[in-house]
């Protein structure tokens, strides 16, 4: 009777067992974030070992941030990463963001500055471009949508007040947050952002609708207009703009 042999494991199947039992004893705490990376690659990978690939896309995109933002081509360069095996990297990503735009939805935003920071610092902190972010809320100040208006270059965004009125009146909002991040890594405001953020403050009161804030997103920490007496001041001034024409 001829012998039959069991299929040898494929290299590194010992380890990738330990991490996936170390996730289900205590999560990440521990994980270095190769190892991370390393777990999310096995989640499309059946029988390969995925550390030396984790560690490479670690090393070319620096943080592990970095990682989940590369495009599906640029990690495909990757040697050990392909088209199907970056399933995990980016399903995460993904699922990341829903999961934290979520958390927003029917929240007072205006009393939950820290939700509001994850999400934004989530969402558009690790970006080599400007992202300029428009997040939507009612009367109520609970968060009715967010939504990404603009993509801009490594040093500037084009962001126009009547696009952003147009997307407010569709979702039927009362008031108003931006965001967008400096890649550079410095939330420190340009004068360029002043202007834009009066002008939408201005389209904003003309509108009826209410501008609480302006987060410029940097590395890990932000710039607020509000926090700043930026807001305040430029209502001020509309105010001051409105009765002037009317005493005319």
């Known amino acids: 009777m001829?012998?039959?042999y069991a299929k040898s494991e494929h290299k590194g199947a010992g380890h990738r067992q330990r991490l996936r039992e170390r996730?289900?004893?205590?999560?990440?705490?521990?994980?270095?974030?190769?190892?991370?990376i390393e777990l999310l690659l096995t989640l499309a990978t059946p029988r390969k070992?995925?550390?030396?690939?984790?560690?490479?896309?670690?090393?070319?995109?620096?943080?592990?941030?970095?990682?989940?933002?590369?495009?599906?081509?640029?990690?495909?360069?990757?040697?050990?990463?392909?088209?199907?095996?970056?399933?995990?990297?980016?399903?995460?990503?993904?699922?990341?963001?829903?999961?934290?735009?979520?958390?927003?939805?029917?929240?007072?935003?205006?009393?939950?500055?820290?939700a509001l920071f994850d999400y934004l610092y989530h969402s558009i902190g690790d970006k080599n471009r400007?992202?300029?972010?428009?997040?939507?809320?009612?009367s109520k100040n609970q968060v009715i949508t967010a939504s990404t208006l603009s993509e801009g270059t490594l040093t500037a965004?084009?962001?126009?007040?009547?696009?952003?009125?147009?997307?407010?009146?569709?979702?039927?909002?009362?008031?108003?947050?931006?965001?967008?991040n400096h890649p550079s890594g410095d939330p420190e405001p340009s004068s360029e952002d002043v202007a834009v953020t009066r002008q939408l403050v201005f389209a904003g009161r003309v509108m009826g609708m209410v501008v609480?804030?302006?987060?410029?997103?940097?590395?890990?920490?932000?710039?607020?207009?509000?926090?700043q007496g930026y807001i305040a001041r430029m209502n001020r001034e509309f105010e001051k703009l409105t009765e002037a024409q009317i005493t005319e």
């Not at 980016?90 to 735009?101: G, H, N, P, T």
């Not at 400007?130 to 009612?138: D, M, R, S």
């Not at 609480?212 to 926090?227: P, T």
């Open 2 to 4: 001829p012998k039959t």
């Open 23 to 36: 996730f289900l004893a205590n999560g990440l705490e521990g994980f270095h974030d190769y190892e991370v």
């Open 49 to 114: 070992d995925c550390k030396a690939a984790a560690k490479a896309a670690l090393k070319r995109f620096k943080t592990f941030q970095g990682v989940l933002e590369a495009s599906p081509h640029e990690l495909c360069k990757i040697k050990g990463i392909g088209s199907r095996n970056l399933f995990g990297i980016k399903l995460i990503k993904s699922v990341a963001d829903r999961y934290l735009e979520k958390k927003l939805i029917h929240k007072d935003a205006i009393n939950d500055s820290k």
């Open 130 to 138: 400007e992202f300029f972010k428009v997040i939507f809320l009612n």
């Open 157 to 180: 965004s084009s962001v126009y007040p009547r696009e952003v009125i147009q997307a407010a009146l569709s979702n039927d909002a009362a008031a108003l947050i931006f965001a967008h």
């Open 212 to 227: 609480h804030e302006h987060l410029i997103i940097g590395d890990n920490r932000y710039f607020s207009f509000a926090d």
